[in-house]
Structures are given as C-alpha cells and as structure tokens.
C-alpha cells in the first residue's frame, strides 16, 4: 500500500448502491433492480455517455455469466441425473439401507440429517428435500420422531452445513472464491473447513438438545401425529426392474470413485468439478438407455432440460447480482469497465487500512452480520458475491486470511438465506414435512444464532 488511495464518484456511487441494496434484502425484497440500476449509473459515470452505460450492463452480465457458468452446468447436470434415478426408482433403493437402522428418534434425527447432508452435497438441497421426505420421512415417523424434528433435521444438516459447505459441487465456495479474487473453489473450502465444522457440531448440538427437550416435555402433543405414521410407503409395494437394483449399487460406488479420484489426483476447482459434471451426464445417460431403452432418446432429453431450467432459474438473479458486485474486485472490474480500472471495494480496504484503524474481531463481526442480511431474500446465493468482495477488502486491510474470511461470510450468507431461520426460504421443507415455516425458523433460531457467535469467535484466531 505504497499508493495512497483517492476515493471518487465512482466509488461512492458504488457504496452508495451496496448500501442500498443491503436495505433492499433486510426489507425481504429482491435485489436485482438496484444492481441493475447500481450497473447502468456506475457505467454512466464511467463512460460518460449512454450507450457506454447500456454496454457496461451486458458486459458486466457476460463477465458474471463466465464466472458461473461451470457451476450452472455442473448443478444442472447432477438435478437432471437426480430426476432419472427418481423415474427408475434407483433413489429409493439407494436409501433403503438407510431406513433399516432408525429404530429410535434419536437414531432417526441423526440418520434423516446424515442423509440429507450427503445427497445435498452431490444434488444440492433442493432435488435433496424431496429425494429425503418422500423416502426417509415416513420411516422417521415410525420410529418416533416428529414431523419437526425430521424438518429440523433435513434443514440444518441440508440447508445449512451441507450448502453453507457444498464440498463436492463447490457451487458456493466457488461465487465466493471468484468474487474474493481468490485462484478457485478450495482457496475457501480448506481455510474455511475448521469454520464448517465448528458451525456444524454447535448448531447440530443445540438443536438436538432443545428438540429432545421439548419432546420430553411435550410428549402429549406428538402422540396424535406419530400414531398416524404407521402406513407404509409407497416405494415399499413398488416393483423395480434390475437394471435399477445394478444402478443403485453402481452410482454410489461410481461417485465413491469421484472422491478418491479428487484425493489420488489432486483435483480441485474446475477440474473436480468437470468430474461430478461429466459423471453425473454419463450416469443420465446410461440410466436411461438401461431402464427405457425404445424411449430413451426422449427420457435423455428431458432430463437435460430439467435439470438446467433447474440451474437457470436458480442463478439467473445470482448472474445479475454478482455483476453488480463484481465491479469490487480489480479483475472483474477491468473485464467490464476497461483496463484502467481499478476494484472499487478493493480502494475500499486500501483506503480504510491508509486511514482507519481495523482489527481482526470488529472484521470478523461485520463479516457475519453483512453476510446475514445479504441472506435475507431467502437465496443465500445472492449474497455471496458481496461477502466474497468484502472478504478481499478487509483480509487485505488487515493482512488477514481472505480465505477465512470468506468462509465466514458464505457461512453466514447461506445459513440464513439458503433456509434455516428465515421461513421463505425454508418453504420447502417446511411443506414437505407438514410443518408451519414459521414454526420451524422459530426451532431453528437459537440453535443457528448460538452457532454463529461461538463459529466467529473461533475465527478470529485464524484470520
């Protein structure tokens, strides 16, 4: 920082905006109106003229397009892959194992969430929710646990460790790592590993506690609900063909293979992501063929436009939102304003670590707290462009770890928005279960928040 940083129009027009649409998410309403607006004016002020200003909005959509567009892919690829095991009933059969061992309700809470955890790493919570309800659900009733306690469960382990996390597709760290100007995906996932965990253990921790507390209680309440769990599903009378026995034990074993590909290889990033990617379609296909022959020319198909009308019209509002806050980051910014440009928020940190005294524990806390209410549109994706930029504003401004910090906003971006404490975005699980969304963001509230205080007080120590 040898330089001393000016700050003009540009970057208080920026702040400004930033600002704005902060107040736009805390008011739970969508923010891609004020990015749009946020790009035409910056580019206005820019360029000086309209036509640059209209240029700048789609240059900046294609500069956000680029960033994501392996992750749009590689989640429509493996949502497409998650329909063709549904039609053959392979997911049933995958889950079946898992169903035998819920004996009790604690066994049962623990069980759903593993299972939700680990689905939503490979197809994302979304395709998860309704693979996990509609196979798991039933028997988590009978073996005595209550329709909240299965949401409770499905949400935190889904929802929130397995999202906040997203080893596998590294959709998240991924945004994250991109607007953070880091090299790729794992330049979060590693630094940030010790924060997953501790947020997980915490929050897994207090929620089971209060849950068993409540059902001790109030076991009175439940006895009608569970009394009623005892039909059995429907999967269990369906008659599946071989090729969905051979497939069930095939896919889990072809993804086992990903893995330890990923670790014998080394791949990361892009590169692990082509193999989920390349897996998932290859699996599609041959699925498909084996189980529909005559009609799989069409089943293929359909599959395919499934799966990206999927990750389209989950990332079509991230694409514009990112290219807002894109213009923070030095490389982005000149893909889009010219290669004079310079990372708006990037002068940001320069600027407040020239003139304003900053420390690792007020960072820390104005991470997670940012990261939250950019959480509050219920996408949790949204946010992450604005968390990763701040992450690379303040570990720069005080020589910390952007990796750590990173994590820390993504953590607390996808937590709240990805649907664990605010009830639009848990929606999902909460009708998949029978619940009250507000009931569950109310199970979910004391649990996440406890998580969240004691997850960045331990990274203070590793920024």
């Not at 995906?185 to 940030?192: D, R, S, W």
């Not at 900053?358 to 996408?379: M, Q």
């Not at 699980?429 to 928040?449: D, Q, T």
């Amino acid at each position: 920082m040898d330089t001393q940083v000016t700050l003009g129009s540009l970057h208080f027009i920026y702040f400004s905006v930033v600002i704005l649409v902060i107040g736009v998410m805390v008011a739970r309403r969508d923010t891609v109106l004020p990015c749009i607006i946020g790009l035409f004016v910056i580019g206005l002020a820019a360029k000086g003229s309209l036509v640059g200003a209209v240029q700048v909005m789609f240059n900046a959509l294609m500069a956000a397009g680029g960033e994501f567009l392996g992750l749009i892919v590689v989640i429509s690829l493996v949502v497409g892959m998650s329909k063709a095991m549904a039609d053959s009933g392979t997911d049933y059969l995958i889950m079946r194992p898992a169903a035998k061992i819920m004996v009790n309700r604690n066994i049962a809470f623990f069980v759903t969430g593993i299972a939700m955890l680990i689905v939503s790493w490979f197809v994302w919570p979304s395709p998860a929710v309704a693979l996990i309800g509609a196979l798991l659900l039933p028997v988590a009733l009978r073996a005595g646990l209550p329709a909240i306690g299965a949401a409770v469960a499905m949400n935190i382990f889904g929802h929130g460790i397995g999202l906040s996390s997203d080893w596998i597709i590294q959709g998240a760290p991924g945004i994250t790592a991109s607007a953070a100007g880091l090299a790729d995906a794992t330049k979060v996932t590693y630094p940030g590993a010790p924060l997953y965990l501790v947020m997980a253990v915490v929050t897994v921790a207090v929620a089971f506690y209060m849950l068993r507390k409540d059902l001790n209680t109030n076991a009175h309440l439940y006895q009608t609900e569970l009394a009623g769990a005892t039909k059995d599903d429907e999967n269990e009378k369906r008659k599946f063909s071989t090729s969905s026995y051979i497939f069930a034990v095939l896919i889990p074993l072809v993804f086992a293979i990903d893995v330890v590909a990923m670790l014998m290889l080394d791949l990361k990033g892009g590169d692990a992501t082509a193999l989920i990617g390349g897996t998932a379609l290859a699996i599609t296909a041959v699925l498909a063929i084996a189980q529909f022959k005559g009609e799989s020319l069409e089943k293929v198909t359909d599959y395919v436009r499934d799966g990206f009308m999927f990750g389209i019209k989950i990332f079509a509002p991230v694409i514009v939102i990112g290219a807002f806050f894109f213009l923070g980051s030095e490389g982005t910014a000149k893909a889009i304003l010219g290669e004079n440009a310079t990372g708006l928020l990037t002068d940001l940190g320069s600027y407040l670590a020239q003139n304003a005294p900053l420390s690792k524990a007020p960072v820390a806390f104005i991470t997670i707290i940012i990261g939250g209410i950019t959480g509050l549109d219920g996408s949790g994706f949204s946010g992450l462009p604005l968390v990763g930029s701040l992450a690379q504003t303040f570990g720069t401004a005080i020589d910390g770890n952007v990796g750590v910090l990173a994590a820390l906003g993504q953590i607390s971006s996808v937590w709240v928005g990805g649907g664990t404490i605010i009830p639009w975005g848990l929606i999902p699980v909460a009708a998949i279960c029978g619940v009250e969304p507000m009931e569950l963001a109310r199970r979910n509230f004391i649990p996440v928040m406890i998580g969240f205080l004691v997850t960045t007080i331990f990274a203070i120590f590793l920024i």
